[in-house]
C-alpha cells in the first residue's frame, strides 16, 4: 500500500510542471514531509466547465482534496479512511473506483514516499518496523496516479452550496519491485510526463488504454533509504524526516 507520502513543491512550481489552466490557486497547502490520510493533498484535474457547452474542452485545474476517496453513494464519510489505496488489478470492477476510474482520473505530486519493514533483532527475536523514504533515483518529482470522486452531504442544504460537497482521492498501487519490492509487496503507480493529457482527459474512457499509461515510480530506478522512526507520528513533520538514518540491524526481514 501507500500510507505516507512527501509532497514539497509550492503550488507555483506545480503550475507550472502541469501547465495549469486555471491560475486560482486559493489558499495554498504548505510543504509537507509527512502527508497522512485523510490530510488535505494537491491534486491534479480536469473538468468541464459547468456552463460549458457540451463539446467545450476540460480545463487543467491544480486544486486540494481530501485523501481518502469517499465514494458517492456512501453514508457518510468514515469508508474514506479504508480507501487510501486502489489496487490496479481490480480497480475497473470494484464499485468504489469503477466510475472514477472511467471519468475521474488526476495526479498526486510527491516527493517520494515512505514503507515500512518489518526487521526481526537476531539477538532479542523482537520485531520493529523499519521505515524507508523511497523515491526516484534521480530525485525528479513523481506524479503519482489517483482517482477521485464527489461526495455530498446528505444533511447539507442546497446542492449548489460548496460545503455541501467533499472531494477525495485514492492513490493507485500495483506490486512493488526494485527498492520498493525489498521494503513492501506493494507500492505506487505513476503517470510518465508524456502521459499526462492522455490520463487526464475525462473523454478518454478505454480501460485497457487506461491501464497501458500507468507504470513504476522513477521507471522503475528506485532508491530506499532507512529514515527516523519520526515519521511514524503524523504530528511530526519536517525535512528531517527524509534524512538517512543508520540502517537496521542485519537480522530476517518479513513482509511489511
Known sequence: MCGRYASTRSPEDLARQFQITDRDLGD??????????????????????????????????????????????????????????????????????????????????????????????????????????IHSADDHGMALAGLYEFWRDPDAGHEDDPSAWLTTCTIITTEATDAAGRVHPRMPLTVAEEHYDAWLDPSRQDTGALRDLLEQPGGGRLDARPVSTAVNNVRNNGPQLVEAVTGPSSGTTQPG
Not at 497522512?36 to 494537491?42: G, I, K, Q, R
Not at 474542452?57 to 465514494?71: D, E, I, N, S, Y
Not at 481490480?90 to 518489518?118: I, M, S
Request: net charge positive; hydrophobic share 40%.
Open 28 to 133: 495554498p497547502l504548505a510543504p509537507s514531509w509527512n502527508v497522512a490520510p485523510t490530510d488535505e493533498v494537491w491534486a491534479v484535474l480536469e473538468r468541464t466547465p459547468r456552463d460549458a457547452s457540451a463539446d467545450a474542452p476540460a480545463a487543467r485545474h491544480l486544486r486540494t482534496l481530501r485523501w481518502g476517496l469517499v465514494p458517492s453513494w456512501a453514508k457518510d464519510t468514515k469508508i474514506g479512511a479504508r480507501l487510501i489505496n486502489a489496487r490496479v488489478e481490480t480497480l475497473h470492477e470494484k464499485p468504489a473506483f469503477r466510475t472514477a476510474f472511467a471519468r475521474r482520473r488526476c495526479l498526486l505530486p510527491a516527493d517520494g514516499f515512505y514503507e515500512w519493514q518489518r526487521v526481526e533483532d537476531p539477538q532479542t527475536g523482537k520485531v520493529r518496523k523499519q521505515p524507508y523514504f
